[in-house]
T-cell receptor
Framework: AQRVTQPEKLLSVFKGAPVELKCNYSYSGSPELFWYVQYSRQRLQLLLRHISRESIKGFTADLNKGETSFHLKKPFAQEEDSAMYYCALRGQAAGNKLTFGGGTRVLVKP | KAGVTQTPRYLIKTRGQQVTLSCSPISGHRSVSWYQQTPGQGLQFLFEYFSETQRNKGNFPGRFSGRQFSNSRSEMNVSTLELGDSALYLC?????????????FGPGTRLLVL
């Protein structure tokens, strides 16, 4: 069975402060991990994926297979980062089944 | 390119009725996935269709079904509605459902069961 856990439902930080969203997963094989973001009144959209190892909007995430984690980090939060963030896992089976975590709401205060 | 569209956007039904939701993927996309989003259970995978065939299925009762047409448009049907089926239903499309592809989500259909 595959499972994704986001322990924090709400993260509140001040503008310019670092932010880290935690994501832990459970999967017996080699998963693919993603972070999705949903801004207010917008659609759910892909933020980044571990395969790409890229930085999007200043966010980075490193897959740690030993700790089964895929935490999302940004050194200096901006007000426009306020949104709902979902960590998701895709298993090795063919197709597009994503298992999502419960989500973390990030509020960046001015 | 137009994004993923879902119709209707809002729906109110009563217990025992059935409902059909529609999803039109991005042009050229052949994989369509459906998710249910509720405050209690979060985002849960329902099923995925690729080239008119169901390729993956989540852990939902048989009351939840779907299909995909030759133009890749997809419908999902929920029969004998229960109060707990009230949710936001999202669909997502991608080219072929491969790992390197991005899934694009629609705005969702909000279903309220009374």
């Amino acid at each position: 069975a595959q499972r994704v856990t986001q322990p924090e439902k709400l993260l509140s930080v001040f503008k310019g402060a670092p932010v880290e969203l935690k994501c832990n997963y459970s999967y017996s094989g080699s998963p693919e991990l993603f972070w999705y973001v949903q801004y207010s009144r917008q659609r759910l959209q892909l933020l980044l994926r571990h395969i790409s190892r890229e930085s999007i909007k200043g966010f980075t995430a490193d897959l740690n297979k030993g700790e089964t984690s895929f935490h999302l980090k940004k050194p200096f939060a901006q007000e426009e980062d306020s949104a709902m963030y979902y960590c998701a896992l895709r298993g090795q089976a063919a197709g597009n089944k994503l298992t999502f975590g419960g989500g973390t709401r990030v509020l960046v205060k001015p | 390119k137009a994004g993923v569209t879902q119709t209707p956007r809002y729906l109110i039904k009563t217990r025992g009725q059935q409902v059909t939701l529609s999803c039109s993927p991005i042009s050229g996309h052949r994989s369509v996935s459906w998710y249910q989003q509720t405050p209690g259970q979060g985002l849960q995978f329902l099923f995925e269709y690729f080239s008119e065939t169901q390729r993956n299925k989540g852990n939902f009762p048989g009351r939840f079904s779907g299909r995909q047409f030759s133009n890749s448009r997809s419908e999902m049907n929920v029969s004998t509605l229960e109060l707990g089926d009230s949710a936001l239903y999202l669909c997502a499309s991608s080219l072929a459902g491969l790992a390197v592809e991005t899934q694009y989500f629609g705005p969702g259909t909000r279903l309220l069961v009374l």
